[in-house]
């Protein structure tokens, strides 16, 4: 199974990967996790100003990593550019859409923290961690994002709108796009996803 998680930064694609990667027995293949590793000062210094990895260095990245797996994967953070989209054409994956306002997304992004150990994401009020800034699964050190400062939420919000958006016609033209209402409860979406795919 192929499926593509598209959506709002903050809309719930990472957290509802990780409980679709269990449930299915696929990886969880997240390009922001694949960027935020990488210790090249060009590529942090365009995460923590929100903007976007160009469109030929993530379609390499992504191709590559892709050719490594011969029995599905769950995408979450690619494509987010109609460039990006093309280069997946040939796998005919499934594109779940995260439905949900601007509003919802910005008190979910000031309020995640994530594990700087296991990447486990965490929300101060909606899913929070036991013990302060530790996190309950490996001990981590929990982190607030760069790019989840105020300032950045607001322009990453403006660019995902301007370059991937366009993505939902694409894919609802194409016959692939199942739409995932995601401003719920966690549980209320990955039972709507469950039922949907
Ligand atoms: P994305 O991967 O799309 O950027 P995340 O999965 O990291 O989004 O979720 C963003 C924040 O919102 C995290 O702090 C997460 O714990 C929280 N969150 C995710 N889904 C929900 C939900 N359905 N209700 C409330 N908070 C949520
Ligand atoms: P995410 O963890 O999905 O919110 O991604 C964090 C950041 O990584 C984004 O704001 C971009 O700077 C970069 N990034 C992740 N995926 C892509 C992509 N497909 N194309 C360009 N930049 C990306």
């Not at 996790?33 to 990488?38: A, E, K, S, V, Y």
């Not at 994956?93 to 995640?112: H, P, T």
């Given at each position: 199974m192929y499926l593509?998680?598209?959506g709002a930064p903050g809309s719930g694609k990472g957290t509802q990967a990780e409980k679709l990667s269990k449930h299915l027995g696929i990886p969880h293949i997240s390009t922001g996790?694949?960027?935020?590793?990488?210790p090249d000062p060009r590529i942090q210094a365009i995460l923590n100003a929100g903007?976007?990895?160009?469109d030929n260095e993530m379609i390499e990245l992504v191709t590559n990593r892709l050719k490594q797996e011969k029995n599905g994967w769950i995408l979450d953070?690619?494509?987010?550019?109609l460039t990006q989209a093309d280069s997946l054409k040939a796998y005919h994956?499934?594109?779940?859409?995260?439905?949900?306002?601007?509003?919802?997304?910005?008190?979910?992004?000031?309020?995640?923290r994530t594990c700087s150990n296991c990447k486990a994401i965490y929300h101060l009020e909606t899913k929070p961690p036991t013990?302060?800034?530790i996190c309950d699964l490996c001990g981590g050190l929990l982190i607030q994002r760069n790019d989840d400062k105020a300032e950045v939420i607001e322009s990453r919000?403006?660019?995902?709108?301007?370059?991937?958006?366009?993505?939902?016609?694409?894919?609802?033209?194409?016959?692939?796009?199942?739409?995932?209402?995601?401003?719920?409860?966690?549980?209320?979406?990955?039972?709507?996803?469950?039922?949907?795919?």
């Open positions: 593509i998680l598209l996790d694949i960027l935020r590793n990488n903007k976007f990895v160009s953070g690619f494509p987010r550019t994956a499934q594109v779940l859409y995260f439905k949900i306002d601007d509003e919802v997304v910005k008190k979910r992004l000031s309020l995640r013990n302060n800034s919000l403006q660019i995902y709108h301007e370059k991937t958006a366009p993505l939902i016609a694409y894919y609802k033209k194409e016959g692939s796009l199942i739409e995932i209402p995601s401003s719920g409860t966690a549980e209320e979406t990955y039972n709507t996803i469950i039922e949907l795919i």
